[in-house]
């Protein structure tokens, strides 16, 4: 039995994937960005040891999901799957002058993987749509380029991928990786989605907790390895992500 942690599970994947676990007899916490959000958490995964209430849109919501996420106890593995999907029509600005969807998508599983206590596996949820990203990494925060919400979004979801790659670099004795869910019937993925609705969330679970998941560095659609965009095999844009997010957050990865 494992103690698992889902971000972003009041509904779509994360809390099918919450579930999953919950049914496979494991340990689960959710989260959810407000106490409205929560109790539809609950409601909907009423077998969840508890739900970690914060806002991950800004930095003082993600430090204090990462100090009530360790109070809780060291999870055996993270799920980083809250996310803005790319249909921001403008952009939103948080408190910390960032773009929202990068505030969300890419600086909080940052944070989370700096300040939370290390667990053994931990798995970002990316998408295909990585592979539309731009890996030059100039103006990750939309300060200065034209808004495009479709282009954030992609940019984001590369952002996790170099993550998962740096982390699982740097930390040898974790088992980090990345995912793509496929274009789904979620709220974000929209009714028009073409792929398997219940294969979404079984390739998070299976790195979280899989006795044959036992792999790292890697990137995967349907429990199998899966192409990337080459960029984000570079370690040179790894780490420059890297530097990117601890100089915005203010918050150092550990050694």
């Not at 773009?99 to 295909?128: C, D, G, H, I």
């Not at 539309?132 to 990494?137: K, P, V």
């Not at 103006?139 to 919400?149: I, T």
Request: net charge neutral; aromatic share 8%; with cysteine.
């Amino acid at each position: 039995m494992a103690r698992v942690f889902v971000t972003g599970s009041a509904d779509g994947l994360g809390l099918m994937a919450g579930r999953l676990l919950i049914e496979q007899g494991h340990d689960v916490v959710l989260h959810a960005r407000n106490e409205a959000r929560a109790e539809v958490a609950r409601k909907g995964a009423p077998g969840a040891k508890s739900v970690i209430v914060g806002d991950l849109s800004t930095l003082a919501g993600m430090r204090s999901v990462a100090e009530k996420a360790n109070a809780s106890g060291r999870f055996d593995a993270v799920i980083h799957n809250a996310a803005l999907g790319d249909k921001e029509a403008r952009r939103v600005e948080t408190a910390d002058g960032f773009a929202q969807v990068f505030a969300v998508n890419s600086l909080a599983p940052f944070v989370l993987t700096a300040l939370m206590e290390r667990p053994k596996r931990l798995v970002y949820m990316s998408s295909q749509l990585h592979s539309s990203g731009d890996a030059s990494l100039r103006d990750v925060v939309w300060r200065e380029k034209k808004w495009n919400g479709f282009q954030a979004y992609c940019d984001s979801k590369l952002h996790d991928v170099l993550i998962a790659f740096a982390v699982a670099r740097r930390w040898p004795e974790v088992y980090s990786n990345a995912v793509h869910p496929g274009w789904v019937a979620t709220k974000m993925g929209g009714p028009s989605a073409t792929d398997d609705l219940a294969e979404g969330h079984t390739t998070q679970v299976w790195l979280a907790v899989g006795e044959d998941a036992r792999v790292t560095g890697d990137y995967f659609f349907h429990t199998k390895k899966s192409k990337v965009l080459a960029a984000a095999r570079d370690e040179e844009t790894q780490d420059r992500f890297v530097d990117i997010c601890e100089e915005l957050a203010g918050v150092k990865m550990p050694a």
